[in-house]
């Protein structure tokens, strides 16, 4: 079976930096793209960032391009997010998911999903 | 680029159908995916290219879309079904989830 399992959360004050790391199993990880999405208090599913299967391609949603920074270590079969210069909206729980389409960047939306971690940014 | 509308709410009575709308500029164009979401846990995928269900979803959840909405239809709404449910496209360089609607069985 599938698992994802998130780790790296935390309470940070503003501005501060948190790493993020997503490790999977259950599947050959550098055939597949793997993307994080948070989710605000109360509030609904954000998409954040997404790197193909190889690292070579990166995307980023307009609000933490410049901040946050997605990388992959394939022969780890773990994703991380670095991210900085963090603000009291980026708080939210990170799920880390599995691209739904073999070596594909989109496509089948995503099929797998970690339980969440927790990002708590406050001073 | 795509944003996506969703009815912030759906209430049905257990055993009748919930239809649950996702509407975007020529969403037909797009393929769209939907997820469901209990509460307090991670979202799962219920439908994904339009029409399809992944292994051990019910088939009680079809999916459509055509023109300015897609739909997600919930056959025979059993207690357990109570969620939120997002749809979500592919933009051509980010992906974009709706609102969320939230399902509750009368």
């Known amino acids: 079976d599938v698992q994802l399992l998130e780790s790296g959360g935390g309470l940070v004050q503003p501005g501060g930096s948190l790493r993020l790391s997503c490790s999977a199993s259950?599947?050959?990880?550098?055939?597949?793209?793997v993307t994080w999405v948070r989710q605000a208090p109360g509030k609904g599913l954000e998409w954040v960032s997404t790197?193909?299967?190889?690292?070579?391609?990166?995307l980023y949603t307009d609000s933490v391009k410049g901040r946050f920074s997605v990388s992959r270590d394939n022969p780890k079969s773990t994703l991380y997010l670095q991210m900085n210069s963090l603000r009291a909206d980026d708080t939210g729980v990170y799920y880390c998911?599995?691209?739904?389409?073999?070596?594909?960047?989109?496509?089948?939306?995503?099929?797998?999903w970690g339980q969440g971690v927790l990002v708590t940014v406050s001073s | 680029s795509s944003e996506l509308t969703q009815p912030p709410s759906v209430s049905v009575a257990p055993g009748q159908t919930a239809r649950i709308t996702c509407g975007g500029d020529?969403?037909?164009?797009?393929?769209v995916h939907w997820y469901q979401q209990r509460a307090g846990q991670a979202p799962v995928l219920v439908v994904y290219?339009?029409?399809d269900r992944p292994s051990g979803i019910p088939d009680r959840f079809s999916g459509s879309n055509s023109g300015n909405t897609a739909t997600l239809t919930i056959s025979g709404v059993e207690a357990g079904d109570e969620a939120d449910y997002y749809c979500?496209?592919?933009?051509?360089?980010?992906?974009?989830f709706g609102p969320g609607t939230t399902v509750t069985a009368l």
């Open positions: 020529n969403i037909g164009r797009r393929t």
């Open positions: 290219d339009d029409t």
């Open positions: 259950g599947f050959t990880f550098d055939n597949y793209a």
């Open positions: 790197i193909n299967n190889s690292g070579g391609a990166r």
């Open positions: 998911a599995k691209g739904g389409r073999l070596m594909a960047l989109a496509g089948s939306g995503f099929d797998s």
């Open positions: 979500q496209v592919w933009d051509g360089d980010r992906f974009v």
